[in-house]
């Protein structure tokens, strides 16, 4: 399975992004999605999961009533919608698929398959 980042970039406080995360290989399973970030000098850090029918989600209490994670599953894709960005949201943020289950889980560990990562960047 590869998973493909795209969206990431420069925006100002207060703006918007669009995160997608594109699966392809053995996609025909059930299996739960998340976002995590890493901004420099900290842990990689859970942002938001999606079990695989789109009904469950999480999301960390920092980016709660801003970020909304959904996903396409004909299409293999998963989405972070950002709203109100703020400078501390600026990290590297990576998409991961968690195989063994159907319900998203925030341990980074649990994840087999991840992204590449895509910058993000809010400036003041």
């Known amino acids: 399975v590869q998973l493909v980042e795209s969206g990431g970039g420069l925006v100002q406080a207060g703006e918007s992004l669009t995160l997608s995360c594109a699966a392809s290989?053995?996609?025909?399973?059930?299996?739960?999605m998340a976002w995590f970030r890493q901004a420099p000098g900290k842990q990689r850090e859970f942002v938001a999961g999606?079990?695989?029918?789109?009904?469950?989600?999480e999301y960390a209490d920092s980016v709660k009533g801003r970020f909304t994670i959904s996903r396409d599953i004909e299409k293999s894709v998963t989405y972070l919608q950002m709203d109100s960005l703020k400078v501390e949201d600026t990290a590297v943020y990576y998409c991961?698929?968690?195989?063994?289950?159907?319900?998203?889980?925030?341990?980074?560990?649990?994840?087999?398959?991840w992204g590449q990562g895509t910058q993000v960047t809010v400036s003041s």
């Open positions: 999606i079990g695989w029918t789109g009904v469950n989600t």
């Open positions: 991961a698929a968690d195989w063994k289950a159907w319900q998203p889980t925030s341990v980074h560990e649990e994840y087999e398959y």
């Open positions: 290989g053995r996609t025909s399973r059930a299996y739960a």
